[in-house]
């Protein structure tokens, strides 16, 4: 199946069963249960809003999800920002840029409604083709220590230019996200 026939588009409360789903199929049978529950929690939790959730769908099924959720900058900053945790494509559907596509087209939406910064704890070969960069070297810290050797893997993106270099401080998550388990790269 070519990725042209997968629709993106905003994830209502309907498909909750099938964004679940989706992150179990994607991240396996280690994985995929903690990561469910962790969206599950995510999609909970009030200190999450503004939350922006989209979803790949091919065939009236849910095929791609991303979900982003609101985060704060200590010092309190008048910044608009966002995390992008976690994306996630069913097994077999990875591989046809549906990721991809989740998250141009998430990224557009977020500029659309105002958010000026993303920022993702991810693989830098990954997300530096969306724009993403260092951040810990801008000034804009993980809301826990990130292991030297991985320093890189935590990133921003800036939707308005000139919001990275007026922001500094450490992120802070919504509550189902701020745990250091979720921090360890």
């Given amino acids: 199946m070519e990725s042209n026939a997968v629709q993106i588009r905003s994830a209502c409360e ?13 991240f396996g049978d280690d994985e995929g249960p903690v990561i469910a529950r962790l969206v599950a929690e995510m999609l909970d939790d009030p200190s999450a809003e ?3 959730s989209f979803v790949a769908e091919s065939k009236d099924q849910i095929v791609g999800h991303v979900l982003f959720t609101s985060v704060t900058i200590d010092p309190a900053g008048d910044v ?14 990875q591989g ?12 557009t939406q ?13 693989y830098p070969a990954y997300y530096t083709r969306f724009g993403f960069v260092a951040a810990g070297t801008r000034g804009l810290q993980a809301p826990y220590p990130i292991p030297p050797e991985h320093a890189d893997a935590w990133m921003v993106h800036e939707l308005r230019q000139g919001v990275i270099a007026a922001a500094a ?3 802070k998550c919504c509550d189902a996200l701020s745990h250091p ?3 360890q790269a």
């Fill in 169 to 171: 401080g450490t992120i």
């Fill in 50 to 52: 503004p939350v922006f």
């Fill in 181 to 183: 388990k979720y921090w």
């Fill in 110 to 122: 977020l500029a659309a409604a105002g958010v000026q910064l993303v920022f993702v704890l991810g």
């Fill in 96 to 107: 046809q840029s549906i990721g991809t596509r989740l998250v141009n087209e998430s990224l």
């Fill in 14 to 26: 309907q498909d909750r069963s099938g964004i679940l789903a989706t992150h179990q199929s994607a």
């Fill in 80 to 93: 608009s920002a966002q995390i992008l945790a976690p994306l996630a494509v069913t097994r077999e559907m």
